[in-house]
T-cell receptor, first 115, second 116 residues
Framework: EAQVTQNPRYLITVTGKKLTVTCSQN?????MSWYRQDPGLGLRQIYY???????DKGDVPEGYKVSRKEKRNFPLILESPSPNQTSLYFC??????????????FGPGTRLTVL | GQQLNQSPQSMFIQEGEDVSMNCTSS?????WLWYKQDPGEGPVLLIA?????ELTSNGRLTAQFGITRKDSFLNISASIPSDVGIYFC????????????????FGTGTRLQVTL
């Protein structure tokens, strides 16, 4: 089954404790992206990647890192989480970096709480 | 960064009614997208628009790409209970020459609730 998976689905952590949220897709997609969703603000793009070893900042990259060493994986890293990073996070992938990047497939979401 | 203003923020309608929502931007896009998000799930693409003035339908849904490239509209006809959810617009600016995508900017969402 074609899908985007994220782990963990739920995470409660404390300020300053480094964490990684994994994202994996089995569709051989080139384009992958991370979003955060907050009430009243919709989805905001954190980082995106158009191919292996190619990443770019979205609208809200501060406090986050990403890497794209393999095509299928795009982990989101919070080196020193803070309470304002409490949010619902979505990973998404898309088949091509051309016109079809709009056909994004979203993962199920990761709800992160930073105390 | 850019912001998309989406309205209304929420709406209660009765089953069978038509629904309209819109999205406006302070800058232009060359792709407009409409997504629906059900509770506990990620957004799912409903309609994609690529040309100014374009009108596209997907079943009971119809969306239009505004002539100015700064707005888009989504209409749902004859609403049913499963239309409940949050609807997001999104804009994307792609390079005309390379087709390379830039970041995707989402609106703040319209929460739709349908009563029987």
């Amino acid at each position: 089954e074609a899908q985007v998976t994220q782990n963990p689905r739920y995470l409660i952590t404390v300020t300053g404790k480094k964490l990684t949220v994994t994202c994996s897709q089995n569709m051989n997609h080139e384009y992958m992206s991370w979003y955060r969703q907050d009430p009243g603000l919709g989805l905001r793009q954190i980082y995106y990647s158009m191919n292996v070893e190619v990443t770019d900042k979205g609208d809200v990259p501060e406090g986050y890192k990403v890497s794209r060493k393999e095509k299928r994986n795009f982990p989101l890293i919070l080196e020193s989480p803070s309470p304002n990073q409490t949010s619902l996070y979505f990973c998404a992938s898309s088949p091509d970096r051309g016109p079809f990047t709009d056909t994004q497939y979203f993962g199920p979401g990761t709800r992160l709480t930073v105390l | 960064g850019q912001q998309l203003n989406q309205s209304p923020q929420s709406m209660f309608i009765q089953e069978g009614e038509d629904v309209s929502m819109n999205c406006t931007s302070s800058s232009i896009f060359n792709t407009w997208l409409w997504y629906k998000q059900d509770p506990g799930e990620g957004p799912v693409l409903l309609i994609a628009l690529y040309k100014a003035g374009e009108l596209t339908s997907n079943g009971r849904l119809t969306a239009q790409f505004g002539i100015t490239r700064k707005d888009s509209f989504l209409n749902i006809s004859a609403s049913i209970p499963s239309d409940v959810g949050i609807y997001f617009c999104a804009g994307q600016l792609q390079s005309v020459n390379t087709g390379t995508a830039s970041k995707l900017t989402f609106g703040t969402g319209t929460r739709l609730q349908v009563t029987l």
